[in-house]
């Protein structure tokens, strides 16, 4: 079915097609629930984790960037998601850079963005977020970036930070913070060592004032290759991030760089910059979501995200040391129908491993 309708999609525009899929998923989520659940209902007792002491009912769940400013929550539940992750939200409202600002890459079965973190702003979201986390076996994270404006650096951006962690973090099931977003205007990022650090003592100052210890994880971008065994990069960045006590990390965010790319040079040069997500980096994020497993020995859990759209991809994710996966991209071009076929294929798949539990897999492949 999805097929059909994506080709209506695709011959729009990126970013109208998005808002034009939002708004039915909002519609669906309203007055025709009981279809989603004919839909999209696939629910097995090997998929289910306990994680930040909450219950998982499977490691599926929807990317940061896909429902920014929390209205999709329930659709995503219906279609089968495990998790939802809504964001980026910033401190302040924003609209964002200026349009055309996405792009299909249809060869690579991938996209290229520099939205500029649009959002409707923290105040705006905490009631939705509020309604919705908590939720038995449906924890929903928030995903909280600096606001997009080059005006907003330094201490600034530290308690602009601060601020969207005020007002989200007491009603999110986890906080994730974007410190690598590569689409805004001036490109800064909390990535830097001493900037993490600042960033970190801010925010789990915050955390600690807080009747709730809600879990935070760190969101890093993909590195230059899948293939590395000592960078020094990630390791400032584990050693500060571990040193304040972080409860995990995302691996990864869009990238950069243009590596690994099958659609022309000239139409690459024609679109310009933006963060690359898709399958050209899942080897990549494959290979940063091992470095993590190896360097916190299994004890943290991370989220793997990028170029995953098949049970096979997320199988091979959950082996190199993911907890959980998130979906982006793969819905584009698959549609929520990815949801449940990833869970029927990675149940096929673990039974014809011999494994009883998805919990049972993670990082077996890294810990060879």
């Not at 209902?41 to 400013?69: R, Y």
């Not at 998790?83 to 690579?108: I, T, W």
């Not at 210890?213 to 020094?232: C, E, G, I, W, Y």
């Amino acid at each position: 079915m999805y097929s059909r309708f994506r080709s209506a999609l695709f011959a729009l525009g990126p970013e109208t097609a998005h808002n034009v899929a939002s708004l039915s998923a909002r519609f669906a989520q309203q007055v025709t629930p009981f279809m989603l659940d004919a839909m999209y209902e696939f629910a097995h007792p090997s998929l289910h984790q306990e994680i930040f002491g909450k219950t998982f009912a499977n490691p599926v769940g929807l990317a940061a960037g896909f429902d920014k400013n929390a209205r999709m929550i329930p659709f995503f539940r219906k279609a089968g998601c495990g998790f939802v992750e809504v964001g980026s939200v910033s401190a302040l409202k924003s609209k964002g850079n200026k349009k055309p600002r996405a792009f299909r890459l249809p060869e690579d079965q991938a996209l290229i963005n520099r939205m500029g973190l649009n959002n409707v702003g923290a105040k705006a979201v905490q009631p939705r977020l509020k309604q919705h986390a908590g939720q038995i076996a449906f924890p929903v994270g928030v995903n909280i970036a600096k606001t997009h404006s080059p005006s907003i650096m330094g201490d600034a951006a530290i308690e602009d930070f601060c601020e969207s962690f005020r007002i989200l973090a007491p009603h999110a099931d986890y906080v994730a913070l974007n410190i690598s977003c590569p689409n805004t205007e001036e490109g800064k990022t909390f990535e830097d060592p001493n900037a993490l650090d600042q960033l970190l003592t801010a925010i789990m100052r915050e955390r600690s004032q807080m009747e709730r210890r809600m879990p935070v994880l760190v969101k890093v971008s993909p590195p230059h290759t899948a293939h590395f065994v000592l960078d020094s990069f990630f390791d400032e960045i584990l050693l500060v991030s571990l040193a304040h006590k972080v409860n995990g990390f995302i691996a990864t965010n869009t990238a950069s760089d243009r590596q690994n790319l099958m659609t022309s040079p000239q139409e690459i040069e024609r679109i310009g910059k933006g963060g690359l997500s898709g399958q050209p980096i899942r080897e990549r994020a494959n290979g940063l979501v091992k470095y993590l497993y190896r360097k916190t020995k299994g004890k943290m859990p991370i989220i793997g995200v990028g170029g995953i759209a098949s049970a096979e991809q997320a199988y091979e994710r959950i082996k190199a040391g993911a907890s959980l996966i998130q979906v982006y991209t793969g819905l584009v071009y698959e549609g929520p129908g990815l949801i449940r076929s990833i869970k029927q294929g990675l149940v096929k798949l673990m039974e014809e491993d011999g494994h009883s539990s998805v919990a049972h897999i993670v990082g077996i492949e890294s810990e060879k």
